[in-house]
Structure formats: C-alpha cells, structure tokens
C-alpha cells in the first residue's frame, strides 16, 4: 500500500494587486468564507484581498490557495508561495502546511526537503493534522531527515486521531515494517505528546 501525501485544503484566496476592484466593503473573514463556499471566488477575493493586505493570517492563507489553484485569478505558484510565506511567518499552522507542500513539491520555486521538513515541523507542533501526516512522511521516506519509522509512526498516530485518511493508511503500512517494541515506542512518544502554541490569529 502506498502512502500517499496529505496535502491540507486551507481555504486560501486574495490577489495580489493585479486585479482592480470596485469600492467595496471589506466586510469579514466569514463574508469570504460563506462565498467561497458557494464557489463565488469573485466576491470571496473583494472580502478576503484587503483583508490579507492589512495582514490577516487567514486571509493570506487563502490568498495563496486561491493563486495555487488558479480560483478566481490566475494560477500562479510563485504568488501562492508568496501568500502562503506572510501567513506562516505569523505562526499560522495551515499556511505552514500549506508552505511546506510548496517546498516539498517544488512550486513556485526550487524544490527543497530540507525547507519542507522544517515548516511541517513548526505546523505538526501546533496540532495541525496535515503538517503532521507530511512530517511523518517525510521521516518515512527520510526526505531532508534521516530516515525514523519510530518519528513517522509517533506523527502518523497523532494525524489519524485528527481523521486525516493518509495518516491511517501510513500506520498499516509502518506497522509492516517495524518491530512490537518500535511501535510500542512510537505510541508512547505520541500520548506523551503535547501541542505548541505559537499561531496567531488576526
């Protein structure tokens, strides 16, 4: 069975200037969220665009999502990573996730293991369920890390409490190939685990 990578949908939209809006009111977070959820990407850019320009998180999450996708403006991964990169500087856990697929997969910029890892890691440390599956990926593959089934099953075991599928699909394959005391440790290390708070919400 093959683990496949979980990549963390954050509702991420904006621009980046490129498009001229009319006078609008900015309105909320929830405005842009209710209208990217009816898929009505134009309107949830006149919500969320200035609200990421004033240094919303959130907003900027989306704003990087919505250039990764090409919703509502051109797909432009360069942009997205940019987004993304002001969102996760504020401690924003989906933006790191969402940062490190960037780097791991090599969009919008050069690919780099090493940057991937540690904007999983700070992401994983706050309780983020995606961040957490990609971590122990990439310890099970050892992709800008040594390779750990031990880390990779402790971070597997922590996403699958969150439902998140990869992760449940990552224990069956570890479990195939580690020992009783790996695991037993593994389990250990994940109940002895706790959170860090560090994102900030704008």
């Known amino acids: 069975?093959?683990?496949?990578?979980?990549?963390?949908?954050?509702?991420?939209?904006?621009?980046?200037?490129?498009?001229?809006?009319p006078t609008f009111s900015a309105g909320s977070y929830l405005d842009g969220e209710e209208?990217?959820?009816?898929?009505?990407?134009?309107v949830a850019l006149q919500y969320w665009e200035p609200l990421a320009r004033q240094g919303n998180a959130?907003?900027?999450?989306?704003?990087g999502y919505m250039y990764r996708h090409g919703q509502g403006l051109p797909q432009d991964y360069k942009k997205?990573?940019?987004?993304y990169r002001l969102?996760?500087?504020?401690?924003?856990?989906?933006?790191?996730?969402?940062?490190?697929?960037?780097y791991r997969l090599g969009l919008g910029g050069a690919?780099?293991?090493?940057?991937?890892?540690?904007?999983?890691?700070?992401?994983?440390?706050?309780?983020?369920?995606?961040?957490?599956?990609?971590?122990?990926?990439?310890?099970y593959k050892g992709e800008g890390v040594p390779k750990d089934n031990v880390k990779a099953y402790m971070w597997a075991t922590l996403s699958a409490e969150q439902d998140?599928?990869?992760?449940?699909?990552?224990?069956?394959?570890?479990?195939?190939e580690m020992s009783a005391e790996e695991i037993s440790e593994a389990k250990?290390?994940?109940k002895k685990w706790k959170p860090r708070g560090e994102e900030t919400m704008l």
């Open 1 to 21: 069975m093959k683990w496949f990578s979980f990549t963390l949908i954050a509702i991420a939209m904006g621009c980046l200037g490129l498009l001229a809006f």
């Open 35 to 42: 209208a990217y959820l009816n898929q009505d990407f134009e």
């Open 111 to 139: 690919q780099d293991y090493h940057e991937a890892f540690l904007w999983f890691q700070r992401a994983a440390e706050q309780g983020n369920g995606g961040g957490q599956s990609h971590l122990g990926l990439m310890y």
């Open 58 to 63: 959130e907003a900027q999450n989306m704003l």
């Open 188 to 190: 250990e290390a994940a």
């Open 164 to 176: 998140i599928e990869q992760a449940t699909q990552a224990l069956i394959v570890l479990e195939q």
């Open 80 to 83: 997205a990573r940019q987004w």
């Open 87 to 102: 969102a996760a500087d504020q401690g924003n856990a989906r933006a790191q996730n969402n940062l490190g697929v960037m």
